[in-house]
Antibody, heavy 122, light 108 residues
C-alpha cells in the first residue's frame, strides 16, 4: 500500500523560508520511473502544481515559482523535502505531496498525502 | 503555459440525474487529461486518467471522454456520495502540469 504524509510548520512569518517534508511508504524513489510532486491549494481555491523530483534526481519547478522553490530527496529515509523562500500571505495554502505515475507518455498523481495547512502571517 | 477552464463552476443536481462537467484546454493536449474528485477536507483522489481510463476504485457510472481541447466527465446516475469538487488536470506539458479551477457538485 502506498502512502504519503506531509509535515512541517503550520505557521510561518512573511519573508521566512518554509520547509516541508513528505514521508512516504510503499515505493522507493531509487526505483526507475518513480517520481514525487508537490501541489498546493489556497483555501477555497484551485490546485497548483509546484515541483517534482524523479528517481534519477531530475528536478522540475513551476515556471512562476521556480526562483523560490527547491526540491530534494533522501531515498534512505523515503522523504522528499520542499523549501519555499520569501513566504508571503498569498502562499497560505494546504500543501500536498503525491506520487507521480508515468505510463508511456501519460502522467497522473496517485495517491496524494493528506495535506498540511500552512498559514503565512505575522 | 496551458490553461484549463472548467464549466460550470458549480452545479446542483438530484440523485439519479445525469451530470456532465466540461474541461477545455487552451491548446490541444491530445488525451493527456486526468480527473480528480475532492471531498470537503480531504485530499484529491484520482478518478480518470488518460481522458477515459477509470481508476480501479471508481464506479462505472463515471466516464470520461474527449481529446484535443475539449473533455467531459459524466456521471450517468448521480449518487449521494458523489458530492465534492472535481478538477481536471493536463499532463501534456508534464511535469509542468496545470489544473482547472474546479467544479463544485452539490446534491439537491
Amino acid at each position: 500500500q502506498v502512502t504519503l504524509k506531509e509535515s512541517g510548520p503550520a505557521l510561518v512569518k512573511p519573508t521566512q523560508t518554509l520547509t516541508l517534508t513528505c514521508t512516504f511508504s510503499g515505493f522507493s524513489l531509487s526505483t526507475s520511473g518513480m517520481r514525487v510532486s508537490w501541489i498546493r491549494q489556497p483555501p477555497g481555491k484551485a490546485l497548483e502544481w509546484l515541483a517534482q523530483t524523479d528517481w534519477d534526481d531530475d528536478k522540475f519547478y513551476s515556471t512562476s515559482l521556480k526562483t523560490r522553490l527547491t526540491i530534494s530527496k533522501d531515498t534512505s529515509k523515503n522523504q522528499v523535502v520542499l523549501t519555499m523562500t520569501n513566504m508571503d500571505p498569498v502562499d497560505t495554502a494546504t500543501y500536498y505531496c503525491a506520487r507521480t505515475i508515468a505510463v508511456a507518455d501519460y502522467n497522473w498523481f496517485d495517491p496524494w498525502g493528506q495535506g498540511t495547512l500552512v498559514t503565512v502571517s505575522s | 503555459d496551458i490553461q484549463m477552464t472548467q464549466s460550470p463552476s458549480s452545479l446542483s443536481a438530484s440523485v439519479g440525474d445525469r451530470v456532465t462537467i466540461t474541461c477545455r484546454a487552451s491548446q490541444s493536449i491530445s488525451s493527456y487529461l486526468n480527473w480528480y474528485q475532492q471531498q470537503p477536507g480531504k485530499a484529491p483522489k484520482l478518478l480518470i486518467y488518460a481522458a477515459s481510463s477509470l481508476q480501479s476504485w471508481v464506479p462505472s457510472r463515471f466516464s470520461g471522454s474527449g481529446s484535443g481541447t475539449d473533455f467531459t466527465l459524466t456521471i450517468s446516475s448521480l449518487q449521494p456520495e458523489d458530492f465534492g469538487t472535481y478538477y481536471c488536470q493536463q499532463s501534456y506539458s508534464t511535469p509542468l502540469s496545470s489544473f482547472g479551477q474546479g467544479t463544485k457538485l452539490e446534491i439537491k
